[in-house]
């Protein structure tokens, strides 16, 4: 089983950037697609974006164009550029395979987005 560790979250004013970090324990060179998902306080979490092994791309119409999904295969880690952040951003975010049976989620990072 694969462990997930994310990080990079903090406190940002409107506006701000943040990168978020993913890194699994294993491989994820074989993982046809990794995804990023958020959860506000008080709802189900949803998706973000995801990226395929060959480096396409997909967004949630919230956060296009304002989101950057990337992976290292090399180094087992996925990444999540986020600028012009909102306060409506605010959540614990998570990754995770997007191509099957999730595995086990990690703890998330928490990202506030506050003046």
């Known amino acids: 089983q694969v462990q997930l560790v994310e990080s990079g979250g903090g406190l940002v004013q409107p506006g701000g950037s943040l990168r978020l970090s993913c890194a699994a324990s294993g491989s994820i060179s074989s993982i046809s697609v990794m995804g990023w998902y958020r959860q506000a306080p008080g709802k189900q979490r949803e998706w973000v974006a995801t990226?395929?092994?060959?480096?396409?791309?997909n967004y949630a119409g919230f956060v296009k164009g304002r989101f950057t999904i990337s992976r290292d295969n090399a180094k087992n880690t996925v990444y999540l550029q986020m600028n012009s952040l909102k306060p409506e951003d605010t959540a614990v975010y998570y990754c995770n395979r997007a191509d099957g049976s999730p595995w086990d989620w990690g703890q998330g990072t928490q990202v506030t987005v506050s003046s």
């Open positions: 990226i395929t092994r060959g480096g396409y791309t």
